[in-house]
């Protein structure tokens, strides 16, 4: 049905997706799996002619649609869903599908299109009211909305991408039934792109996984999730202990420094932590992991100031800082150094370090500061007047880090340092972090790369779907089947 | 209100709208009256395309064309206005999609569409004022009296009907709203205006669709300055086209409402007779207060009634829509975590 | 046109089109500078800036001809003046649109446009008024040039680069640049960014002054003269690229020479006409701006 | 202070409506004639002289509200074209079907002119033109309720072309074939007709016209046009403009160094020496300007004994007016005589010998008038062409002067009758602009 050979897409001097070739076969469900930027949206926007590939072939049902328009694809009989669903909130529920009802399939009849509208809400278990709003849907409402529209386009191939994200556990399985019925009901074909491994791993028939733009493995689910590499990417290998017990002593007698309870926090109708409790301690490395989509990144947003929680409460050395606004909070200590880096790309690296310095305490101490954060990373010397955006992924990361240690924090926040790395220069980026708490530096960091991160922490707590669900030392949490069953869902 | 009192509320309207001129006949309020209507088709047809987020500051070159073409045609070639007006909007059609097409193809949105359409009257008008040979350049352009058949020069010196032909030309404007409003083309055009790549990924031709409704708005247009031309019999480039016309469409569709069907019109009335009223209460014993005034209203509708004098009455009027609009006036998310 | 007549354009005035196109350029670049800043930080247009501009002539204007201040007593005043104007501006009117549409806020701006032309009709009348300042002329043989456009000009490089220096060298400034390549994270460097706004307004406001100060040598002042210069120095930011000061600044010339030379072979409106058509091709092709990549 | 305002606008718009729709129940029975005057006082023309015209109507207009015309009250009412024609054309419809005037007066831009006296003769409304000249109003039109004492475009045109060939030889040392001539003008109603009276004028006396272009009055760059200016080197250059242009034009035609032996303007912005002197200080002195004389340049002695104490009273109600303007615009005079006119002469006749105010009376005295050269203030006599004539509406006795300025003073230097002394011709050596 489908056949993707070489496909390759670059966005600049980046490759997103490198050589990637696979087929699907009538009536499959294909999981497509893989960390963050592992690829794995580059290729649905492919698919759905949303980018065009830079190389490579794609053939749907025996025709070459790779570098199609997107609408002339869709109506080719290919759906999808997006992975934030888009809802269109000025029509309503019913219009939205009816919309893709019409166009969806190349512009028949108006009836047709209402009727194609009716089908696809039943099917998904949304009313069929006609005038009801899109604003009343919450999180799974809007998942199911999207997926609506998608089969309201009447596809054969049906690009679901990151169903579940944001669902409770009910939702969730409840969302993954739906997938199975609409395959084994209409026969649609269905590639699947998903983080929730456990709910994944039931239903589809075949796995494909994505490492940095490339394929890894392909398989029966059994098989892939017992795939050394599979495993390498998610847990990592090495294995080795960690210093558990250094932590321990550390961890002793040390005052509170960060304390979250009870914490709330979401974007409109959208929760994304529920009751949230996590300490610091000064000195010590707490790590927070947990699959894409669990709320890390809000986490990290809420104590940055950057998000105002809903309920709760998060003390800062025992000062409450929920209504102090994100810029003050720089100056109580608390550096932020956000997901995907978020440099200033065309500053250079001089001034990217000048804005960690921005607050007028730290302007007077610039010069020290910037002495310091060079003998951490000398590399950002030797590359100060370079712009920012055009140095490496580590070094970009490096600049991150150092622009944060700029205000001479007490506790740096640090978001998913290894995504979008390659393996060596996570590699470096870790050893950077250890360095970093070598300087005796607070440091709470999310990561996904949960062998890694593990090493370098004292503690860490998994967050899944808004909450916690654990919490250990390093060594506890590696041995924890909870762990494993949250990544691999085995 | 049910469907068919809305009918009936619509029908009695327009009844009384068209026995109005036989029952009062003072000629300058009529004059007014024809202004109105006139203008609010205009309005009316810019927000076509304003409504869907698609903001053009070229309508004023539109009309331009639609006046001109009209104009010329008739005076140098003896042309009747019912095959000039008809060439002229086509002229405009053609104009708009030599400039739409690339403009869509490109997806050039926002702020960059607003000022490639600005430039796009700002050409317009350049080019009537230079070609001062043939359209009489910045003192204006009369179209010739016409000698023999009044109606075949669709020339006429009573009021009523002027007035009556602006009404049905106006009514004409409000029935194609309804047409669109109705229409899939609207889902398309909604969808569009939140979000491209979604719209396209339901199977919407975005460029395709854009570009129907920008020719269907620049045709309308250009039949509105036509009109306006035939019943003046005077146009200069300044009142006709350029970028003060443009902004006049724009301002006046937002008071009054872009995003329901009278909203224009309502618009309209409100621009012309406060400009009118300012202008003849102050008079000349303050000149200048009119703009001020006026100025400051709209600055003060942009922030505090954004969604215009009648869109925020009928939300007032109507608190439960069938769907809500609170976000129409929200900003379009355009950053998107991860590629 | 013969070919002779087509040779005989090929003089020294063409030389000296040319150059007075150069000159018009300076002035075009000034006006530009402080609009790209506004555009490139907040990435709000101010439809009526040249109507600040055009307030700072007439503050000029009555410093100097009224009261008889002297010039370079007038000029530092009136920038602060329009300082003001514009942080004002951004006060009453962006500050309470940011989260709306950007159309909104340039509608707005629009608004103030009719306040601000209307509001010096009612103030200082309608009649044209001149500084009275005259500057000697600079001749080179045939070819002319004026000290005021080459005052502007200066003005222009000089404005230019202290803009430079205060962006690169400060903290505030490079805050300005950072902003605007991603004003989301701005809060982690503790920047307030409703500070920093309030304060790139002011600096887009002192720049009007500036201008204002050198442009009421060229021309009268009359409560319309913005309608002059205003729709031109939107199109030469937004071909230059938005924020892109050298873009911002090669465009001014590109589009000054085209006006400069198109008026010349035939009517002057022809100047604008391809202006105007070379603006709306040059979007087509670099709709980024003149110095950024193609998409 | 943004409700109080809204408070204030809503009451007066409340205000402005029902004053507009009492307006039409109080049209009382007493015997008065309404006159609805149209000049504008915002935009670029106002300061281009439609205000001066409007000051000088308004001073003879209040002065025969004094004591009324044949029993007639006088009662005007002002309203404010804003330099647009499509303002000009509203209000005078507004004047004349709301405020119901009997006739309107007045009109500064030809641009205006030629639209309204379209539509007023289609009103079969009464309108007597006091300044604007195009003669495209009346070209073969045939209008019947439409009059013009003031001089026609064509006329301004033709008579500084003929002030040149006359002096040519003489003065400039130059054979008429060997004379070149540029005409530039702004593309208005007013500029064009001008500039077809210098072209028929130049064609006349055998001129080489080396250029002639139109621009946009608004246009905020003339240098190109000096460039070809320069690169033409005309010995004279006939321009025709409103202000600003014209100052614009002077100042970068100094900075480009554009020399040229004379400057001949035509009315309008030249006729304001205040703004000329204004924009380029000594260097307005020796322009050359072809308007209606002034009233207090035109020559006393041969003029009807009634009309040097009008001149007077005008002078010094402008001087109480407008105190300090070192020359009384010819504007000021060409709206008090144009109208003096028709208040002493048109009107009276009008309500004495064909019985009222209505249209068809006011036409009837219009044709009827019979003033002699030196019957006006500005020194020409009053006749209109009669209906079947080409020019059907205007006066064929009306002339224009040409002017020189001199030592802040206005002079007249043509034509040989009016003339008060002579013409400095060509610009004398060491002057900005002179090309000896």
């Known amino acids: 049905m489908l056949e993707v050979s070489g496909l390759v897409k670059r966005f600049g001097g980046f490759t997103a997706v490198n050589n990637v070739s696979f087929r699907v076969d009538q009536g499959e469900i294909l999981g497509l799996i893989g960390p963050n930027g592992s690829g794995k949206s580059t290729i649905f926007n492919m698919l759905s002619g949303t980018l065009a590939p830079t190389s490579g072939s794609i053939l749907f049902a025996g025709y070459e649609i790779a570098g199609l328009a997107p609408h002339r694809i869709i109506n080719g009989g290919i759906g999808r869903t997006f992975q934030i669903p888009r809802p269109f909130r000025r029509l309503s529920i019913f219009e939205n599908v009816a919309l893709a009802g019409f166009y969806g399939q190349g512009r028949h009849s108006r009836a047709k299109a209402e009727e194609a509208a009716e089908r696809a809400l039943a099917m998904v278990g949304l009313p069929t009211d006609r005038h009801a709003s899109v604003d009343g849907l919450g999180a799974a409402g809007l998942k199911k909305l999207e997926l609506a529209k998608a089969l309201a386009t009447s596809p054969k191939l049906l690009l679901a991408d990151e169903s579940l994200g944001g669902l409770d556990e009910a939702e969730m399985d409840q969302a993954a039934d739906m997938l199975r019925n609409i395959r084994d009901e209409l026969g649609i074909t269905i590639i699947w792109v998903e983080h929730i491994m456990g709910v994944l791993m039931r239903v589809v028939d075949r796995v494909m996984v994505l490492d940095h733009g490339e394929k890894i493995s392909e398989g029966l689910p059994s098989a892939v999730a017992g795939d050394p590499r599979v495993i390498e990417v998610y847990l990592g290998t090495d294995a080795e202990t960690t210093q558990a017990a250094a932590a321990e002593a550390r961890r002793r007698g040390r005052p509170m420094m960060l304390e979250l309870r009870g914490v709330n926090a979401g974007y409109g109708t959208f929760q994304a932590l529920f009751d949230v409790n996590l300490d610091v301690k000064a000195g010590e490395a707490v790590g927070v992991i947990g699959p894409n989509g669990a709320g890390k990144t809000t986490l990290m947003r809420v104590i940055s100031g950057l998000i105002r929680p809903s309920r709760g409460s998060i003390k800062m050395e025992g000062v409450d800082v929920v209504a102090t606004p994100a810029h003050k909070i720089v100056s109580l200590g608390i550096a932020h150094v956000p997901e995907n880096r978020r440099l200033f790309p065309q500053l250079t690296v001089d001034d990217n370090l000048k804005m960690g310095a921005f607050m007028k305490d730290a302007r007077g101490h610039y010069t020290e500061r910037l002495e310091v954060v060079f003998d951490l990373f000398p590399r950002l010397k030797e590359r100060r007047h370079q712009m920012a955006g055009t140095m490496s992924g580590g070094e970009q990361q490096m600049c991150a880090i150092g622009r944060a240690m700029m205000s001479n924090p007490k506790l740096l926040l640090l978001d998913e340092p290894s995504a979008g790395l390659a393996p060596v220069v996570v590699q470096q980026v870790f050893e950077l972090v250890k360095r970093i708490r070598a300087s005796g530096l607070t440091v709470l960091i999310v990561e996904q790369n949960v062998q890694q991160v593990l090493k370098v922490v004292d503690r860490a707590y998994l967050i899944e779907a808004g909450t916690i669900r654990a919490s250990g030392t390093s060594a506890e949490m590696l041995a924890s089947d909870t762990v494993k069953e949250a990544y691999l869902g085995v | 209100m049910t469907g068919q009192g809305r009918l009936a509320a619509w029908g009695i309207g327009l009844a009384a709208l068209v026995a109005l001129p036989f029952v009062y006949r003072d000629p300058y309020h009529l004059h007014i009256l024809v202004l109105i209507l006139i203008w609010s088709f205009a309005y009316t047809s810019w927000s076509m395309m304003g409504r869907f987020g698609l903001v053009s500051l070229g309508h004023g070159g539109f009309m331009g064309i639609g006046a001109y073409v009209t104009a010329l045609l008739w005076n140098h070639l003896g042309l009747s206005p019912w095959i000039g007006i008809p060439i002229s909007m086509a002229a405009a059609g053609a104009l708009a999609m030599i400039v739409g097409y690339p403009c869509f193809r490109f997806r050039i949105t926002g702020h960059y569409f607003v000022l490639v359409t600005l430039a796009l009257s700002g050409i317009v008008l350049q080019v009537i004022t230079a070609t001062r040979d043939y359209t009489g350049g910045s003192l204006g352009y009369t179209p010739n009296r016409a000698t023999g058949n009044k109606l075949l020069a669709l020339q006429f010196d009573d009021k009523i009907t002027w007035y009556l032909i602006a009404l049905a030309v106006w009514l004409f404007g409000i029935v194609v709203w309804h047409w669109v409003d109705r229409s899939m083309a609207r889902y398309a055009l909604e969808a569009i205006s939140e979000d491209e790549d979604a719209a396209a990924a339901a199977g919407v031709d975005v460029t395709a669709e854009k570009l129907k409704i920008t020719l269907l708005s620049a045709l309308m247009t250009a039949l509105a300055g036509a009109i306006y031309c035939q019943y003046q019999m005077f146009i200069t480039p300044d009142t006709v086209s350029g970028i003060a016309v443009s902004l006049q469409m724009v301002f006046a569709a937002i008071v009054g409402g872009l995003f329901v069907s009278l909203g224009p019109t309502v618009g309209a009335i409100i621009t012309i007779l406060l400009a009118e009223t300012l202008r003849i209460g102050f008079g000349t014993k303050a000149v200048g207060w009119d703009n001020l005034v006026y100025g400051v209203l709209l600055v003060l509708f942009i922030i505090f009634l954004p969604k215009g004098i009648l869109g925020s009455l009928l939300d007032r009027l109507k608190p439960q829509r069938k769907v809500s609009r609170a976000h129409e006036q929200e900003a379009v998310q355009i950053a998107r975590p991860g590629a | 046109m013969g070919m002779q007549a087509f040779l005989d354009i090929f003089d020294i005035y063409l030389l000296e089109a040319v150059i007075n196109g150069i000159l018009l350029g300076g002035v075009l670049a000034l006006l530009a500078l402080g609009l790209n800043l506004i555009f490139g930080v907040i990435d709000v247009t101010w439809i009526c800036y040249a109507e600040l501009v055009m307030i700072g002539m007439y503050a000029m204007y009555f410093m100097v001809q009224y009261y008889g201040v002297s010039y370079f007593v007038s000029a530092p005043l009136t920038i602060l003046l329009v300082a003001v104007l514009g942080a004002a501006l951004h006060y009453l009117v962006i500050a309470p649109l940011l989260t709306a549409p950007p159309i909104n806020q340039l509608l707005a701006t629009g608004g103030v446009l009719f306040v601000l032309q209307s509001f010096a009709t009612v103030a200082f009348g309608i009649d044209f008024r001149n500084l009275g300042i005259r500057l000697p002329v600079l001749a080179f043989g045939d070819m002319n040039f004026s000290y005021a456009r080459l005052l502007s000009f200066v003005a222009a490089l000089v404005g230019m680069v202290a803009v430079y220096l205060f962006m690169t060298r400060t903290f505030t400034g490079t805050a300005i640049r950072a902003i605007s390549q991603d004003r989301q994270i701005m809060a982690l460097m503790g920047v307030d960014t409703k500070r920093i706004y309030l304060i790139t307004s002011a600096l887009g406001g002192a720049l009007a002054g500036l201008a204002a100060c050198l442009l009421v040598l060229q021309y009268d002042v009359h409560p319309f003269v913005g309608l002059s210069f205003g729709p031109i120095t939107f199109l030469i930011c937004v071909l230059g690229g938005l924020g892109n000061f050298i873009g911002g600044f090669i465009a001014a010339f590109l589009f000054a020479e085209i006006i400069s030379l198109g008026g010349l072979f035939s009517d002057l409106e022809w100047g604008y006409v391809l202006a105007f058509a070379f603006f709306i091709v040059m979007m087509f092709i670099r709709p980024a701006g003149l110095l950024a990549r193609r998409r | ?436």
């Open chain 4, 1 to 436: 202070m943004r409700l109080r305002m809204a408070a204030r606008l809503v009451r007066g718009l409340l205000v402005a409506i029902s004053a507009t729709g009492l307006a039409v129940s109080a049209h009382a029975q007493e015997k008065k004639i309404k006159i609805g005057v149209v000049f504008d006082l915002t935009g670029p023309l106002a300061g281009g002289g439609s205000e001066l015209n409007y000051v000088g109507t308004k001073i003879i207009l209040d002065h025969f509200a004094k004591s009324g015309v044949e029993g007639y009250k006088i009662e005007a009412v002002y309203a404010d074209a804003q330099s647009k024609p499509d303002i000009a054309i509203n209000e005078s419809v507004r004047l004349l079907e709301q405020e119901k005037v009997d006739m309107v007066l007045g009109f500064f831009s030809s641009a205006q002119c030629v639209p309204v006296a379209a539509r007023v003769e289609q009103l079969k409304k009464f309108m007597w033109m006091t300044t604007c000249i195009s003669s495209a109003v009346f070209n073969e039109k045939g209008y019947k309720y439409v009059f013009r004492p003031q001089a026609s475009g064509d006329q301004f045109g033709m008579m500084t072309m003929d002030f040149i060939a006359q002096n040519a030889s003489a003065k400039l040392g130059k054979e008429p074939k060997d004379l070149r001539v540029a005409i530039i003008h702004e593309d208005g109603a007013y500029g064009v007709d001008v500039s077809k009276g210098n072209e028929a004028g130049a064609k006349k006396a055998g001129f080489n016209v080396v250029l002639k272009e139109g621009y946009s009055a608004t246009a905020p760059d003339l240098s190109a046009l000096v460039t070809k200016l320069k690169r033409a080197k005309p010995d004279v250059i006939f321009h025709t403009g409103y202000n600003p242009d014209i100052t614009l034009l002077l100042r970068q035609a100094r900075e480009q160094g554009l020399k040229f032996a004379a400057l001949m303007g035509h009315g309008a912005g030249y006729g304001v020496y205040e703004k000329l002197k204004e924009g380029m200080g000594a260097d307005a002195t020796y322009i050359f300007n072809a308007d209606p004389i002034s009233i207090w340049l035109s020559n006393q002695k041969t003029m009807d004994p009634k009309l040097p104490p009008v001149i007077k009273m005008v002078g010094e109600e402008f001087d109480r007016i407008k105190p300090g303007v070192a020359i009384r615009s010819a504007h000021v005079g060409i709206g008090a005589s144009n109208t003096y006119v028709f208040m002493s002469d048109v009107l009276p006749r009008a309500i004495k010998k064909y019985g009222g105010v209505d249209p068809d009376a006011l036409r009837k005295a219009a044709l009827d008038t019979d003033i002699p050269e030196g019957g006006t203030m500005l020194g020409f006599g009053v006749k209109f062409y009669g209906e079947g004539t080409p020019m059907a509406g205007q006066n064929e006795r009306s002339f224009p002067v040409v002017i020189q300025y001199l030592d802040d003073k206005s002079h007249v230097v043509w034509p040989k009758s009016q003339a008060q002394r002579e013409a400095v011709l060509p610009l004398p050596k060491g002057t900005t602009y002179s090309n000896q």
